[in-house]
């Protein structure tokens, strides 16, 4: 059971190990692009490639469902990312219970933004959990844990592709012993835990009154989606790669300025402590480019002043 990218490793690693696949289960279709045609999921395009039924329910909870997973007899079900809270009656299911493909070292960033939490509060570290599921969210016994730097150019999409393979490789070590009964599953700390909030689209607008480190911390946990965003000649304009400057400056937050090239960018914006130097941005309607390369077709840019 998977949905998105981060899933397709893991299903990858199960078509390829000794296991069989009796069934993919993904989200409905939903629209998508311009033309807003249904969009197939990540995993329910890989699962056709592999020629394997696929089930798309938009719940789990009615019994015609539950009467039709039941019927595949599953010994085990894996689910990475895949949108729903499985209800009681289908944990039940299998007699080696629900797996699940959680990226962060839980109980650490339960919840539904894992990834993007972990950058966004500065975390050095993170890595993945291969946890038996019950009925609570992320809350169930852990059987295999993996740890991974965080790099200080990791966005929220390098990093997921990063945890995806490793979440992917850990699960083909640890379901063969779960199975053979060589794991002892480990309950989870509940004074430890914390919680990681579903990201909106409004929180990806830039207030430039705050810190440098906080603001670029944003731009990475928020690409691909829903980006970082300011305003400028009326359009919106995303920040797509910074680089925090502890430069002094009595400028007021969101004024524009010329940066030293020794220090790697030649543009920054003024926040409410330190410089945020811009790398990469798009201009709403245009391709994202380079600030080099944007200074050239937009010139009043180097002295502007954003809005907060």
Same mark, same amino acid.
């Given at each position: 059971?998977?949905?998105?990218?981060?899933?397709?490793?893991?299903?990858?690693?199960?078509?390829?190990?000794?296991?069989?696949?009796?069934?993919?289960?993904?989200?409905?279709?939903?629209?998508?692009?311009?033309?807003?045609?249904?969009?197939?999921?990540?995993?329910?395009?890989?699962?056709?490639?592999?020629?394997?039924?696929?089930?798309?329910?938009?719940?789990?909870?009615?019994?015609?469902?539950?009467?039709?997973?039941?019927?595949?007899?599953?010994?085990?079900?894996?689910?990475a990312a895949f949108g729903q809270l499985l209800p009681q009656s289908i944990l039940d299911i299998p007699p080696l219970g629900c797996l699940?493909?959680?990226?962060?070292?839980?109980?650490?960033?339960?919840?539904?933004?894992?990834?993007?939490?972990?950058?966004?509060?500065?975390?050095?570290?993170?890595?993945?959990?291969?946890?038996?599921?019950?009925?609570?969210?992320?809350?169930?016994?852990?059987?295999?844990?993996?740890?991974?730097?965080?790099?200080?150019?990791?966005?929220?999409?390098?990093?997921?592709?990063?945890?995806?393979?490793?979440?992917?490789?850990?699960?083909?070590?640890?379901?063969?012993? $779960?199975?053979?009964?060589?794991?002892?599953?480990?309950?989870?700390?509940?004074?430890?835990?914390?919680?990681?909030?579903?990201?909106?689209?409004?929180?990806?607008? &830039?207030? $430039?009154?705050?810190?440098?480190?906080?603001?670029?911390?944003?731009?990475?946990?928020?690409?691909? $989606?829903?980006?970082?965003?300011?305003? $400028?000649?009326?359009?919106?304009?995303?920040?797509?790669?910074?680089?925090?400057?502890?430069?002094?400056?009595?400028?007021?937050?969101?004024?524009?300025?010329?940066?030293?090239?020794?220090?790697?960018?030649?543009?920054?914006?003024?926040?409410?402590?330190?410089?945020?130097?811009?790398?990469?941005?798009?201009?709403?309607?245009?391709?994202?480019?380079? &600030?080099?390369?944007?200074?050239?077709?937009?010139?009043?840019?180097?002295?502007?002043?954003?809005?907060?």
């Amino acid at each position: 059971m998977g949905t998105p990218e981060f899933a397709v490793p893991t299903l990858v690693a199960l078509v390829g190990s000794e296991h069989q696949v009796v069934a993919v289960y993904t989200q409905p279709d939903r629209p998508a692009g311009r033309g807003r045609g249904l969009g197939l999921s990540a995993v329910k395009k890989e699962a056709l490639a592999y020629g394997l039924p696929v089930w798309q329910p938009a719940t789990l909870r009615q019994t015609g469902e539950i009467d039709r997973l039941a019927d595949l007899k599953p010994e085990v079900i894996v689910v990475a990312a895949f949108g729903q809270l499985l209800p009681q009656s289908i944990l039940d299911i299998p007699p080696l219970g629900c797996l699940n493909v959680h990226p962060s070292l839980l109980p650490k960033h339960r919840g539904s933004s894992p990834v993007a939490t972990a950058i966004l509060n500065g975390d050095e570290t993170t890595g993945v959990t291969i946890m038996l599921m019950d009925k609570g969210f992320d809350t169930g016994p852990v059987l295999a844990q993996q740890q991974i730097a965080i790099s200080p150019e990791d966005t929220t999409g390098t990093l997921s592709a990063k945890l995806a393979q490793l979440g992917a490789d850990l699960l083909r070590q640890t379901l063969p012993l $779960w199975m053979s009964g060589g794991l002892t599953p480990q309950p989870q700390d509940d004074n430890l835990a914390s919680y990681s909030k579903p990201i909106t689209r409004e929180e990806g607008e &830039i207030d $430039w009154h705050l810190e440098a480190v906080e603001l670029w911390r944003k731009v990475r946990a928020f690409q691909p $989606w829903p980006g970082c965003y300011t305003r $400028w000649q009326n359009k919106q304009l995303k920040i797509i790669a910074a680089l925090p400057l502890p430069r002094e400056s009595e400028h007021e937050p969101g004024k524009v300025l010329a940066i030293k090239p020794s220090l790697g960018v030649s543009v920054g914006v003024q926040t409410g402590e330190g410089v945020l130097g811009i790398l990469r941005l798009q201009l709403e309607g245009r391709r994202a480019m380079d &600030i080099e390369e944007f200074l050239r077709g937009q010139r009043g840019f180097a002295e502007a002043l954003l809005p907060c």
